[in-house]
């Protein structure tokens, strides 16, 4: 599966921001599917994982309730919608997908998008 990861761009502080992940290949429904985010200096990060059916929502403790994990299957298109933004939101935002749920919030056997940019300014 290839993915692609794009809408990441310079907010300010409070704005939202959607970001967009298109597979293409080898795809499956049953695919976990997630984010992930490398701020500058600092390891990657889990940010959220959806389930291959989109039933289950997973987020870390940072952006919950400010992050909303999606799946259209119809285009094959995963999304984070990112509302209430923050200074320390800013980094490269990854998406990823895997052979399940569980391998998306362990950061296992997962293939990789190429990365999109979020820069939040206070």
């Known amino acids: 599966v290839q993915l692609q990861a794009s809408g990441g761009g310079l907010v300010q502080a409070g704005d939202s921001l959607r970001l967009s992940c298109a597979a293409s290949g080898r795809t499956a429904s049953n695919y976990g599917m997630g984010w992930f985010r490398q701020a500058p200096g600092k390891e990657r990060e889990f940010v959220a994982v959806?389930?291959?059916?989109?039933?289950?929502?997973g987020y870390a403790d940072p952006v919950k309730g400010r992050f909303t994990i999606s799946r259209d299957y119809g285009r094959n298109t995963m999304y984070l919608q990112m509302n209430s933004l923050k200074p320390e939101d800013t980094a490269i935002y990854y998406c990823?997908?895997?052979?399940?749920?569980?391998?998306?919030?362990?950061?296992?056997?997962?293939?990789w998008g190429q990365g999109t940019l979020v820069t939040v300014s206070s």
């Open positions: 959806i389930s291959g059916l989109g039933v289950r929502t």
């Open positions: 990823a997908a895997g052979p399940s749920y569980q391998s998306v919030l362990t950061g296992s056997d997962l293939q």
